[in-house]
């Protein structure tokens, strides 16, 4: 299987560089250059792998499904990282990602089981053993940058930590996480973690990793790579999850499943969107955004309009808390034909000239539902106080404010013939604020991070320059 990038560079490429590059050298993201496909018997062949959930199942279809996308890694080595990385121990239950029934067809997908609590866990463990995994096999070292809007970050960093020939730097805008996602990240003093608050929103976070990433002279020499989501191995991990929904919430192949997923980046959705191509039954993907509303603006006008950092609405669902969404790339690449050309004059042009593109009067616009499946809604604070209240009151569930976006937006485009599954994002706790507002009472905490708010922190404020990070990084460097 080779690689190709959404802006049109002629050269292909396999697994195992695209897993240590991150972003293409033209400034595009990866994307496989066909997706394979998954037929009915396959289908079903994966069902009897996955059983229902029992133990290893949940690893065994991560294996098959990566398999298919994965051709330089051998398979046993490939079977073995996922056995390690998908674990009861780790994820506290044999099917990893169970659903939780609400009502008939209504189903939670419970992502959040991992050792952050939330649905980053779910790629960022399989990421972290790849890494370490291919680094020692080329006897190299990575630097890895990121940026967080709340758990990407936590994610990555437990992922990391203590990962030989790894060294992380996690930027995240300065107050604008919950005092949990805080404390996760800024409490690790692992000597190979740097956590660096940014004066600004995610959008500025997120551009100084793609202007690093751009700058080939600086990526090259001081060995960076990615794991946010524009790193297609993070994506590709979280394609096998949908399969585990899907064989969850049926008995058998034929039948069709719809999923509604909170979306900021379009990474997980994206992730959806793979699945779907490779053949698996899905009937709807809906994107529920919160005020930050840049994708359903799209889905529902055309228009694909980012905002400035001045616009972006600090919200009580802060990890959705963008309006540049990195991974939507990914799908328009695939609406308008694979055309590179036309991507790169989209997404490296027009958005940095005008700001936004509108692609409302282009034929393929009217796919995007018809052929993708796309659907899409926003849900606002009180929606989410409304539906955290409906969902605790009715079902005896607590969902976070994500997941309450997920909720309130599936509600309007549930088909009564169709299973809905809503991916659910975090566990409460790490939004206790809006949860008490809510519900007059605070979440449940594990027992592991009791007090978390009140360790130590090691944090670096710097302001949204990209030199500044570039410094910072050369400066760590230079130390080792």
């Known amino acids: 299987m080779l690689y190709l990038s959404t802006r049109g560079d002629p050269a292909r490429k396999h697994f195992c560089e695209i897993l240590l590059e991150g972003l293409a050298p033209d400034g595009g993201l990866y994307l496989p250059e066909r997706y394979p496909q998954v037929d009915t018997a396959t289908l079903a062949r994966w069902r009897q792998v996955f059983n229902q959930g029992a133990a290893g199942g949940y690893a065994a279809l991560a294996f098959e499904v990566l398999s298919l996308y994965i051709d330089d890694i051998p398979a046993a080595d490939l079977r073995a990282l996922c056995d390690k990385t998908y674990t009861e121990a780790v994820y506290g239950t044999p099917q990893i990602v169970p659903l939780k029934k609400l009502e008939d067809g209504f189903y939670l997908e419970a992502l959040s089981n991992g050792p952050t609590l939330a649905f980053k866990d779910m790629a960022m463990q399989l990421l972290g053993n790849l890494f370490e995994y291919e680094l020692a096999r080329r006897g190299e070292a990575l630097n890895i940058l990121g940026a967080t809007s709340g758990d990407t970050g936590s994610a990555a960093e437990y992922a990391m930590r203590g990962k030989k020939g790894v060294r992380v730097f996690m930027l995240s805008p300065h107050g604008r996480m919950s005092p949990f996602q805080q404390a996760q990240m800024f409490s690790l003093m692992d000597e190979n973690i740097h956590n660096i608050a940014i004066e600004g929103v995610f959008d500025d976070c997120q551009d100084i990793v793609k202007n690093v990433s751009n700058d080939l002279a600086f990526k090259r020499s001081h060995k960076i790579g990615t794991v946010n989501s524009i790193n297609w191995a993070r994506l590709l991990a979280q394609v096998v999850y949908y399969f585990a929904g899907y064989f969850q919430a049926t008995t058998k192949e034929g039948g069709r499943v719809s999923f509604t997923v909170p979306s900021g980046n379009f990474g997980n959705v994206c992730a959806g969107h793979v699945a779907r191509q490779m053949g698996l039954p899905v009937d709807r993907l809906v994107i529920a955004t919160n005020e930050n509303d840049v994708l359903d603006e799209f889905f529902r006008t055309g228009v694909y309009r980012v905002r400035a950092s001045a616009d972006t609405h600090e919200t009580s669902s802060p990890s959705m808390d963008i309006s540049k969404a990195s991974n939507f790339e990914r799908f328009v690449f695939d609406l308008l034909g694979r055309d590179g050309a036309r991507v790169k004059s989209l997404f490296g042009e027009a958005l940095a000239r005008d700001g936004r593109f509108d692609l409302s009067a282009d034929p393929a616009f009217a796919d ?80 592991q991070f009791e007090g978390i708010e009140a360790l130590p922190k090691r944090v670096q404020v710097m302001p949204a320059s990209t030199a500044a990070v570039q410094a910072f990084i050369a400066e760590h460097c230079a130390r080792a």
């Open 368 to 447: 995007a539902a018809s052929r993708y499946g796309f659907r899409s809604g926003k849900s606002t604070h009180a929606d989410r106080l409304a539906t955290i209240r409906d969902v605790f009151q009715r079902h005896g569930v607590m969902i976070d404010t994500h997941t309450a976006d997920g909720v309130k937006v599936a509600r309007g485009h549930r088909d009564a013939a169709v299973p809905m599954i809503v991916l659910e994002t975090a566990l409460p706790i790490k939004f206790a604020e809006t949860i008490v507002e809510a519900l007059g009472r605070q979440p449940d905490r594990p027992a």
